[in-house]
């Protein structure tokens, strides 16, 4: 059974950093784009960042650009999200996820998911 697990969230002040991990297990998603979205209470899913199988190519949503950094580590199935200088708008439910081929920014096209984790931002 396809596995995706996320960790790190925790409630941190603005300003501060966290790191999100997304570990996979099940089958091997070395292959896969591996994506991050949040989901704030009330507002739909947003798309945040997403990552190319080789990990040579990236994509940030506008609002965490030159604050967080997507990276991955095939031999470890795991990708990861590095937040910088959080602000109390980045609270949310934060979910990993995973699709074949060509990297997206819309939840529907991504067939593996998460259960989330919480960030919580205080000012």
């Known amino acids: 059974q396809v596995q995706l697990v996320e960790s790190g969230g925790e409630l941190v002040q603005a300003g501060g950093s966290l790191r999100l991990s997304c570990a996979a297990s099940?089958?091997?998603?070395?292959?896969?784009?591996r994506g991050w979205f949040r989901q704030a209470p009330g507002k739909e899913r947003e798309f945040v960042a997403a990552i190319s199988w080789s990990g040579s190519s990236t994509h940030y949503t506008d609002s965490v650009k030159g604050r967080f950094t997507i990276s991955r580590d095939n031999a470890k199935n795991t990708v990861y999200l590095q937040m910088n200088s959080l602000k109390p708008e980045d609270t949310a439910v934060y979910y990993c996820a995973a699709r074949r081929q060509l990297m997206s920014t819309i939840p529907s096209t991504y067939a593996n998911w998460g259960q989330g984790t919480q960030v919580t931002v205080s000012s």
């Open positions: 099940g089958r091997p998603f070395s292959n896969y784009v």
